[in-house]
């Protein structure tokens, strides 16, 4: 199983202060207590109903070897503080996984609608003008060379996106093409994709319920 120590997983991230060994090998990246295995970081992240701490304890019980948080942790338990748990996430599952993004070309494509036609033509463009494979990362399916897998959600979490890229750099893929939600930028999911190009398909008045003003949605977007 791949693990990385401590220090090197942190390199990059905004650390506040750190309650625990840096040269521990840590086995896996996990947000949702529910998925923590022993020897793993619990990244605490603040959500809109509830905040991530709440689940450190069972984090702890589940056998994290470190926690992450914006917060500090009850004595005994080695955490890591940090200024954004977001942006933490984010930057530690990219050197987790090796920074894969910045060995590949990766097109983002992101707007209101079409994201899914466009990304579609785009990996359809490569496969028969470069004769190369070409990974998506979509509304509808992850496709990484002949498997595909039906997607939770338009941008998946940062943790599942440098781990796809692993995977399609492990399958000799070194061409994605990615659909990027606004509420996927907004909420640094995508903060250590290093992008080749980005595409702007357009901009309506959906998502308002999370960007409540047009200005915000457009920031998210650019």
């Not at 090197?8 to 996990?30: K, P, T």
């Not at 947000?31 to 020897?39: A, E, F, L, M, W």
């Not at 709440?54 to 070897?65: D, F, N, Q, R, S």
């Not at 005994?76 to 996984?97: C, H, K, P, Q, W």
Request: charged share 25%.
């Amino acid at each position: 199983a791949q693990t990385l120590k401590l220090k090197d997983l942190l390199e990059g991230v905004g650390v506040i202060a750190v309650n625990a060994d840096q040269e521990r090998d840590i086995s896996g990246i996990y947000y949702d207590s529910r998925q923590v295995q022993p020897g793993g970081m619990f990244v605490a992240i603040p959500g809109f109903k509830e905040d991530g701490s709440v689940y450190i304890g069972k984090a702890v019980e589940a056998g994290a070897a470190v926690i992450v948080s914006e917060k500090p942790c009850s004595p005994g338990v080695d955490t890591v503080v940090v200024e954004d748990a977001r942006g933490a996430l984010s930057r530690i599952s990219a050197n987790f996984y090796g920074r894969p993004s910045e060995q590949m070309t990766i097109i983002g494509v992101t707007g209101t609608s079409g994201k899914t036609t466009t990304a579609y033509l785009i990996k359809d463009l490569i496969e028969r003008c470069l004769g190369e494979k070409c990974g998506l990362i979509g509304t509808v399916e992850v496709i990484i060379g002949d498997e595909t897998a039906e997607a939770s959600r338009t941008t998946p979490e940062s943790v599942e996106i440098q781990e796809i890229f692993r995977r399609m750099l492990g399958a000799g893929i070194r061409y994605a093409v990615m659909e990027v939600s606004s509420h996927a930028l907004k909420l640094s999911r995508v903060a250590d994709v290093k992008y080749e190009v980005g595409v702007f398909t357009n901009l309506t008045l959906d998502h308002l319920d999370f960007h409540v003003t047009m200005e915000d949605y457009l920031e998210s977007k650019t």
